[in-house]
């Protein structure tokens, strides 16, 4: 109702119909917050997943070690999402930051860069961050579908004389299927409600060039006391975000009926 109305948070709200919605049609900082939105969706639904599947195979073996090398790519889910900003902002820093300050050293100065300051390397920056919290989510998901997979049919496929990539594709692979829907339905919903990174390192600067629809949803109704407008945007994140928990839950109940 609220996108419905003009309302700055303290007088009534005023009805105008779809006027906030029509706004956000000519509106270019919203399709520059959409823009990133489905560049992080984007990149989330390929680095984390594949790099998270890969560490959780190699990790899903009695090998020395392995539980302290888990625990170390899950570590960066356990620090808050500020505190990873903070720590990161200060990696970033362009004269004091540990990641400039290693290019220098190592001869590659000509690389170091305003990481949080160029519109161009920003959104890439933030998203960084975030894949690197994202990838030991995104082990622990596939290690637990590891754990159910049928070791009758692996051992089938070593008597067929199947080797390590064909019994991953064709034997191990189809059965993290669920798995695997889970982790994009996950990936894709964290994608749309990404806000704290952002109000952390950037604020969504520099020129709005990394913001992002929950960012510029909060920016809209709680500085610019904005609120119609701020939950017009939320209503877009809403649908969005439905159309995928919509497929997501379409297919787990398909996959009951024919179970």
């Not at 899903?60 to 790519?73: L, V």
Request: overall charge neutral; proline content about 4%.
């Amino acid at each position: 109702y609220l996108s419905l109305t003009t309302w700055d948070g303290f007088s009534a709200p005023q009805f105008i119909g779809l006027a906030n919605f029509k706004r956000l049609l000519t509106d270019p900082v919203f399709y520059t917050s959409l823009w990133n939105n489905l560049e992080w969706i984007a990149v989330f639904m390929t680095i984390p997943i594949v790099m998270g599947l890969f560490i959780a195979m190699s990790l899903n073996q009695d090998i020395p070690g392995s539980k302290f090398f888990k625990a170390c790519f899950f570590a960066p889910m356990v620090l808050s999402l500020v505190v990873s900003g903070l720590v990161w902002s200060w990696l970033y820093n362009p004269d004091s930051g540990l990641i400039n300050t290693v290019l220098r050293q190592v001869g590659l100065g000509n690389l170091a860069r305003g990481w949080l300051s160029e519109p161009e390397v920003v959104m890439e920056a933030v998203i960084t961050v975030a894949v690197w919290r994202q990838i030991g989510y995104v082990m622990v998901l596939y290690l637990a579908g590891l754990q159910s997979i049928d070791r009758n049919l692996i051992d089938a496929s070593h008597v067929d004389g199947a080797n390590a990539v064909q019994r991953f594709f064709n034997v191990i692979l189809p059965q993290l299927a669920p798995v695997t829907v889970v982790v994009i339905v996950i990936s894709i919903i964290d994608s749309l409600r990404a806000f704290d990174l952002v109000s952390v390192m950037t604020r969504g600067g520099p020129f709005n060039s990394s913001s992002v629809l929950a960012n510029y949803m909060y920016i809209q109704a709680f500085n610019n006391y904005n609120m119609g407008y701020g939950a017009a945007i939320a209503v877009i994140i809403f649908f969005i975000a439905f159309l995928f928990i919509a497929f997501y839950l379409t297919r787990i109940a398909k996959e009951e009926r024919n179970a």
